[in-house]
């Protein structure tokens, strides 16, 4: 049971490259989402989804794309870097519990530099 | 102003003491609220879920004021082990389902 997994852990790009960062659970949740994360911001929501094809916009969705064919499977597109970018990437994961999602599983990050 | 807001700290506590982190937030539509540890450079993990009745895990204790919209985590007995960053976070399902972190408080706790 390998939980949450990302990659890559660490990425360097340059101004107006795309990429995409994986991101895998394994443990059947329903709920999986992507964060951000920046000095003093504390975790931003990007982008979630509430089951496979079901996605929905968080608090800072401009300049990402998601899609969420299968249950385990939860990519986030960058579809033209920018130096704003830079940052540390998190998804995460959880199951319902009643009318709210308790606890979330998050993947070890992955280090986004843009130059 | 955040929704969820703490102090940045950080706190520098010596082995042994007790320390309380403080956490307000602002939509009285909040549902459900966790604490969340964060080691340096990893991702965050549920430290424990704070309910109105309080609750209580070893060292750890939390308590929920809903009325005050205020959230607390005290720690006894600090170890060393327990130098991390603590997130409050706060979750709601109304017009979609949304879960706020706290910028969060570091602790360093010294031998």
């Known amino acids: 049971n390998a939980g949450v997994t990302q990659t890559p852990k660490f990425q360097v790009l340059k101004t107006g490259q795309s990429m995409t960062l994986q991101c895998a659970q394994d443990m059947n949740h329903e709920y999986m989402s992507w964060y951000r994360q920046d000095p003093g911001m504390g975790l931003r929501l990007i982008h979630y989804?509430?089951?496979?094809?079901?996605?929905d916009q968080g608090e800072v969705p401009n300049g990402y794309n998601v899609s969420r064919s299968t249950t385990e499977d939860f990519p986030l597109r960058l579809l033209s870097a920018a130096p704003s970018q830079t940052s540390v990437y998190f998804c995460?994961?959880?199951?319902?519990?009643?009318?709210?999602?308790?606890?979330?599983?998050f993947g070890p990050g992955t280090r986004l530099t843009v130059l | 102003r955040k929704e969820v807001e703490q102090d940045p700290g950080p706190f520098n506590v010596p082995e042994g003491a007790t320390v309380a982190f403080n956490c307000t937030y602002s939509n009285s539509a909040s549902q459900s609220f966790f604490w969340y540890r964060q080691d340096c450079r990893k991702e965050p993990k549920l430290l424990m879920s704070?309910?109105?009745s309080g609750n209580e895990d070893g060292r750890f204790t939390a308590q929920l004021n809903r009325a005050s919209q205020y959230i607390s985590l005290l720690i006894r007995d600090s170890k060393l082990s327990d130098s991390a960053t603590y997130l409050c976070?706060?979750?709601?399902?109304?017009?979609?389902?949304?879960?706020?972190f706290g910028a969060g408080t570091r602790l360093f706790v010294k031998a």
């Open positions: 704070v309910y109105s």
């Open positions: 989804s509430v089951g496979a094809g079901i996605t």
């Open positions: 976070v706060v979750s709601r399902n109304t017009g979609g389902f949304k879960t706020i």
């Open positions: 995460a994961s959880s199951s319902p519990s009643g009318r709210s999602y308790n606890e979330q599983f």
